[in-house]
């Protein structure tokens, strides 16, 4: 898949709609493109956060707890440089972009749009919480 | 040493001296003749003398001589000679002139050459005296020591001392013994002349070596300078990177340009007092043939001397000033030579020197010989108290933690143990041998500090140093180079071992013989966590040429293995294989093309572009327009990254083929090639923008560019390369070969003959993995293991990282199998991590023998039987932590833990 064809799903997204062409293009140029095959791990928990996986197509599903990651993942890592904390797997077919912790977080810092992308992503992950496991923390 | 320039000369070339010395008496009469002859030419022979009164022949080569009057006086002729007359007699003479003077030439030859000879000697003695000496300073002595200096002392300061050897003795008997003949034979002639002449020598022998004082005087503080200098620019080359940082540097050039400037003020006047001094010396070698002709020649008109006698005066004197010259030259270069030997002695012994290691053959103390120290105080040289009165038992075997709770206590009684301090008072004992000096009693005790030093060299040669303490004599059969160069050693005290010989004691690492040094150093190696590293740079390093026929086989199988062993795991898929007739998606255009690796830096990728045979070859296939428009698309790209500000670490990567910092050239680029089309374009242009495409790999960088026809061509061009490449390109380039190796890839890559796919998660690990058992499986891991020993670890281990150097000491402390190991803040270069699993894995390996080990006061005492706490300068606690053992354990070399 050629970046034009990643750019235009990037576009579609929510959560990245908002950012302007040009920098998720930027992303995506220092990117690489994986496939994870259903059952694959993305990554798994106490592996370095050093990777942040933009989610292209196919669904995920975390260890132990019962909701979607959509959008964005390991991204609590990347914030917080801790390990992992749980084990992603891949549902179906994932594709994904993977990008490494600085170029992400350089990224959120020179534009605002990134930042709020994130920010959506992580306010999503929170009221999801909120509404279905009052009792646990927030993990991502 | 110890002693003046002239007697240590004395002392240790006394009998070649004399031998010159010899030589030089014997070629007297031999100069006496050379002088005397030309009179008789012009007198006897020109002027005929001695044809004079009707003589009209002369007899020559007659041999008779007359016994002493209280025996007789008889005349007794042995041998009557020949008759001739006088052109003959001319010739004679002539022929005589020529033969005494060839004569006198050879002499001096021989002279000569002894001369050089007798002063390598000396210096070759004198350098390896210095440098052994260098080896036994005081460990306080050697801190205070600048290396360059040292080696600047070594190498060039004694090097005119050398050259001086030789003229020491036998120079100035030489060039007196001349003058004088010279001065006497013009005294015969004419005392008067001879007066005079020794008049002017006393003049210059006087006033001119007085006049050079000064001179020396400014020599002296030449060196001096230009020693420092050199210690300084080698302090701050080593310093660069620091005082880059700090912009630092204006400040140090200032400091050396001012160095600099005092040098030149120092030889510019040495340059005022040398030619002022020269200039009188040439004024009297002028003067004196003034008088020779105005006096000479009155007193030739007066009669009173003939012209035989003056043309012989003239030409002894013509020799004069130059062994006189000569001679006030060779007092110059005495006292330089003297005052340079003094200098280097006082700086060679200024130091303390180590006493004596304990005799050879008395066995060292018992392992569990127990370390007593009593009254230890140490305080450094400024008298700051850095070990008050410490006294306590250390029973052996036992692990012991100096912790430092505050201060050096811990460190310093490390460092005493560790023999890197020497300057204490009290008492250190082993058994009943005390420390002294260097000496810690013969017990073998390896100290490791915190600096590991890494030496250049392979780090096999590093490692294995530590078990190169005697020499086994000469590795291979005695040869005539080694007889004469063992001669050579032995007449200037170097030592009798070359460094070729065989110096590993197998016995000492309780292993059999070489073919088993790999595998003691990989266990050492294992030991300190070193492993991984030794095999990865193996793994990873090229590979260079395999002479061992049965491991390319090994190699290729390994190669065969490796892809069944890949479809087993059911990850084919993660390898793209070199096929010649496929296109591989994740190598670069240029790899594709080339299919090969290449050798010289001729199809490099950097000059890939620019090769004409290549060139010829993508423009046959029509190759050329579309990867002009690659590059065009791929330098658009970049110039969008650039345009949205300073490209991320993760695009730089990707695009390490371009230069960021040059967006102007490539914008000009991309505009001819836009402006003018393909065809009008300059061709410098075009030539850029295919060297940019032919680094686009497709599945790294995803911009879409590369289709099915392009693949295509590209492999009939690679065919056609392959087919036209002259006899002379093929040695630039190893082409993909399933069943040849290529030397300058590496075993890893070697092995894979492919490339690992993109996009595919843990595809790296799961390849490493794959290959490393597939190495295993086929036996070539020791080959492996020993190109990662292999490695060069540059000077100082500058090739190498912190942690390997650091790791590599440690390897290196326990492959030299101590019975105790002193670890001061040896491990602190692994990182907290790192260091901890070190220490437990040290630990392990040397239970039943001893390790002192400096710790900080957070650390875990896990695995320690003691701890002594030291705050400031003293002992706050002993704490027992487990039980000491009862039973030493025999200690036994446990390998690889």
């Known amino acids: ?140 | 040493m110890g002693q003046g320039l002239f007697s240590y000369a004395w002392r240790h070339s006394r009998r070649e001296q004399l031998f010159v010395l010899a030589l030089i008496l014997l070629s007297l009469p031999v100069y006496w003749m050379s002088l005397d002859l030309p009179k008789q030419i012009v007198n006897d022979a020109i002027q005929g003398k001695a044809f004079a009164e009707g003589v009209t022949s002369v007899s020559i080569l007659e041999i008779h001589f007359r016994w002493p009057a209280f025996l007789g006086g008889q005349d007794v002729r042995l041998f009557d000679g020949f008759e001739v007359m006088r052109l003959e007699f001319l010739l004679y003479l002539s022929f005589l002139f020529l033969f005494f003077s060839l004569l006198n030439g050879g002499f001096k030859y021989h002279i000569n050459i002894r001369k050089g000879i007798i002063g390598e000697r000396l210096l070759r003695r004198l350098r390896f005296e210095l440098f052994e000496r260098v080896m036994r300073f005081s460990p306080e002595d050697l801190r205070a020591t600048k290396s360059a200096e040292v080696a600047s002392m070594i190498k060039d300061e004694v090097e005119p001392i050398g050259g001086f050897f030789g003229d020491a003795f036998v120079t100035s008997a030489f060039l007196v013994v001349q003058a004088t003949t010279a001065l006497l034979f013009i005294m015969v002639q004419n005392l008067m002349m001879g007066l005079l002449a020794a008049a002017i020598i006393g003049v210059q022998g006087l006033v001119i070596p007085r006049l050079r004082r000064e001179q020396q005087r400014l020599g002296r503080l030449r060196q001096l300078e230009s020693r420092k200098l050199a210690g300084r620019v080698s302090e701050m080359v080593d310093a660069a990177p620091m005082l880059r940082t700090h912009h630092a540097e204006a400040y140090h050039g200032a400091e050396i340009g001012d160095r600099l400037g005092l040098l030149y003020q120092i030889r510019e006047a040495l340059y005022r007092r040398k030619f002022a001094v020269k200039f009188l010396n040439n004024l009297l070698a002028q003067v004196t043939p003034f008088f020779f002709y105005t006096l000479g020649g009155y007193l030739a008109l007066k009669g009173e001397m003939d012209i035989g006698q003056l043309v012989a005066v003239i030409a002894a004197y013509r020799d004069l000033p130059t062994p006189i010259k000569e001679l006030i030259d060779w007092d110059q270069q005495r006292a330089d030579a003297t005052i340079k030997f003094d200098q280097v002695q006082a700086a060679f012994s200024r130091h303390l020197q180590m006493d004596e290691e304990t005799p050879h053959g008395a066995p060292p103390p018992p392992p569990d010989a127990p370390i007593r120290l009593s009254a230890l105080r140490h305080a450094d040289r400024r008298g700051a108290l850095l070990l008050d009165r410490l006294t306590l038992n250390l029973e052996r075997p036992q692990h012991v933690a100096l912790v430092s709770v505050s201060g050096s206590g811990a460190g310093t009684l490390a460092k005493i143990l560790g023999g890197q301090i020497t300057e204490y008072s009290g008492t250190v004992s082993v058994g009943d041998r005390v420390f002294s000096g260097l000496s810690t009693g013969g017990a073998r005790i390896a100290y490791l500090g915190s600096d590991p030093l890494i030496m250049s060299g392979t780090i096999r040669d590093n490692i294995s140093l530590v078990a190169k303490t005697q020499s086994a004599g000469p590795d291979r059969p005695e040869r005539r180079e080694s007889v004469d160069n063992l001669r050579e050693a032995m007449l200037t005290g170097n030592p009798l071992h070359r460094a070729s010989d065989a110096w590993i004691d197998y016995d000492r690492l309780g292993i059999a013989g070489p073919d088993e040094l790999d595998d003691a150093i990989v266990a050492a190696f294992s030991v300190v966590r070193g492993f991984e590293g030794i095999y990865e740079a193996g793994l990873r390093g090229p590979m260079g040429a395999v002479d061992d026929a049965s491991v390319q086989e090994k190699l290729l199988d390994a190669r065969g293995l490796f892809r069944t062993r890949l479809a087993d795991a059911g990850s084919k898929a993660l390898v793209e294989t070199f096929e010649v007739d496929r296109y591989n998606a994740t190598a670069s255009i240029g790899e594709n093309l080339l299919f090969g690796a290449p050798i010289g830096p001729r199809f490099a990728p950097e000059n890939l572009a620019g090769d004409p045979f290549l060139n010829a070859m993508i423009r046959a296939e029509a190759l050329a327009r579309p990867l002009v428009d690659i590059g065009l698309k791929l330098s658009e790209t970049v110039l969008d990254v650039i345009a949205e500000g300073r490209p991320s670490r993760a695009i730089a990567d990707r695009y390490s083929f371009f230069d960021f910092s040059d967006p102007e050239s490539l914008q000009r680029h991309c505009q001819d090639i836009r402006k003018n089309g393909f065809g009008r374009a300059r061709s410098e242009t075009r030539r850029r923008l295919i060297e940019i495409a032919l680094n686009y790999i497709e599945p790294k960088h995803r911009l879409g560019l590369i289709d099915e026809a392009l693949q295509m061509r590209v492999l009939r061009a690679r065919t056609s390369f392959r087919q036209y490449i002259s006899k002379r390109g093929y040695e630039d380039i190893r082409f993909y070969d399933r069943g040849a190796l290529i030397t300058t890839m590496s075993v890893f890559e070697n092995v894979l003959f492919g490339r690992v796919v993109y996009g595919e998660p843990r595809a790296a690990e799961t390849v490493q993995q794959i290959v490393r058992a597939v190495i295993e499986e086929c036996g070539i891991q020791p080959f492996v293991i020993g190109l990662g020993l292999q490695r060069e670890a540059g000077p100082g281990g500058r090739l190498l990282s912190p942690e390997q150097r650091a790791t590599i000491a440690l390897a290196r402390t326990v492959f030299a199998r101590p019975d105790t190991v002193i670890l001061d803040q040896a491990t602190t270069l692994l990182g907290q991590q790192e260091e901890a699993k070190v220490m437990a894995a040290l630990q392990k390996h040397f239970e039943g023998r001893t390790l002192i080990v400096t710790c900080p006061r957070e650390t875990s005492l896990e695995g320690f039987d003691r701890a002594l706490f030291f705050d400031g300068a003293g002992l706050l606690e002993d704490r027992v932590l487990n039980a000491p053992k009862a039973e030493p354990r025999v200690v036994a070399e446990a390998g690889a833990a």
């Open chain 1, 1 to 140: 898949m050629a970046i034009d064809d990643e750019l235009d799903l990037l576009q579609r997204s929510p959560v990245f709609a908002s950012v302007p062409a040009s920098r998720l293009r930027m992303l995506a140029l220092g990117s690489d493109h994986m496939v994870f095959k259903p059952g694959q791990a993305i990554f798994e928990a106490g592996d370095p956060s050093e990777m942040v996986y933009i989610i292209l197509s196919g669904r995920l599903a975390l260890s132990d707890w019962a909701f979607e990651l959509r959008y964005i993942v390991g991204i609590v890592g990347a914030l917080l440089h801790k390990p992992y904390v749980a084990t992603v797997r891949a549902e179906t077919e994932v594709r994904a972009l993977r990008v490494s912790r600085t170029a992400l977080l350089d990224l959120a810092t020179n534009c605002p749009h990134t930042a709020m992308a994130v920010m959506k992503e992580l306010a999503r992950v929170i009221e999801l919480l909120a509404m279905r496991q009052p009792a646990e923390e927030a993990h991502a």
